[in-house]
């Protein structure tokens, strides 16, 4: 996983501001119709724009102060060494294989970190030794953590496709239970841990930062969408799904 620092949140937030108020903007223009105030529409999307980047620094800040919390009382592992440690057995077993001589699979090469992610190929290893990695995989899920597994499109299969279905196969059914969502794509699949749902008091704490600037960012925005035939209840409307907002975003997991 990339890490993302308090500059980049801030150029991030910029954008995602200037990208809404010219929505925004759009939509309030549209909405009164072509004969409508221009400026009222600008106005309406300055505010919905700002509202929008203060709320992705205040969220994004807090979320990147979590992270950086957490990864400070944790002491770091070197995740790598891990798994080359536990399947170890399965380079000797790889070197028996009847084209190991030509391209071999080996813990050097086929366990590594791509762009922060623990990364198992499985390419040049049988249908036998790849499900019995995946069995060792299973057995030690709170020490793997994220994995990508790498399977492959089956394209120099001599009839179909293998490695894949069997990891699908191995895992779908298990992943819910072990805390895995699996996220797939054409030539490898991703096992994310879901997380740990926040307790009641972190849930609280989250809520009661977050609430005030989140109603009132949309109760301003809302308030200048209604116009001023119906003010209060753009405002209301606003606070009310600035406090929704809030209550979901305060439930997140904490990914480990």
Do not use: C
């Not at 949140?9 to 549209?30: D, E, P, Q």
């Not at 699996?182 to 609430?211: D, E, M």
């Amino acid at each position: 996983m990339v890490e993302v620092t308090f500059r980049d949140l801030f150029s991030i937030s910029i954008v995602m501001g200037i990208m809404a108020g010219t929505m925004a903007t759009m939509l309030g223009y549209f909405s009164a119709g072509m004969d409508g105030d221009p400026m009222a529409s600008l106005k309406f999307g300055a505010y919905f724009g700002s509202g929008v980047t203060s709320l992705t620094l205040i969220y994004g800040g807090w979320r990147l102060i979590e992270l950086k919390r957490g990864v400070g009382n944790k002491v770091q592992v070197d995740k790598v060494g891990q798994l080359r440690e536990l399947l170890a057995s399965m380079e000797a077993y790889a070197a028996g294989l009847p084209w190991a001589s030509e391209k071999a699979w080996r813990l050097s090469t086929h366990i590594r970190q791509d762009r922060g992610t623990l990364t198992l190929d499985l390419h040049e290893m049988d249908l036998q030794g790849a499900r019995r990695i995946l069995d060792l995989i299973i057995e030690n899920r709170p020490m793997v953590g994220r994995i990508r597994i790498i399977t492959g499109r089956g394209k120099n299969s001599p009839d179909r496709p293998v490695l894949r279905p069997m990891v699908n196969d191995r895992l779908t059914p298990i992943a819910r239970a072990l805390d895995w969502q699996i996220l797939a794509k054409a030539g490898s699949l991703t096992l994310r841990p879901l997380g740990k749902r926040p307790t009641v008091k972190v849930w609280i704490v989250r809520f009661l930062f977050l609430a005030g600037p989140f109603s009132i960012a949309l109760a301003l925005s809302f308030e200048e969408l209604a116009g001023s035939a119906a003010r209060e209840q753009g405002r209301i409307f606003g606070t009310a799904a600035g406090l929704v907002l809030t209550g979901l975003l305060a439930s997140y997991r904490n990914r480990v």
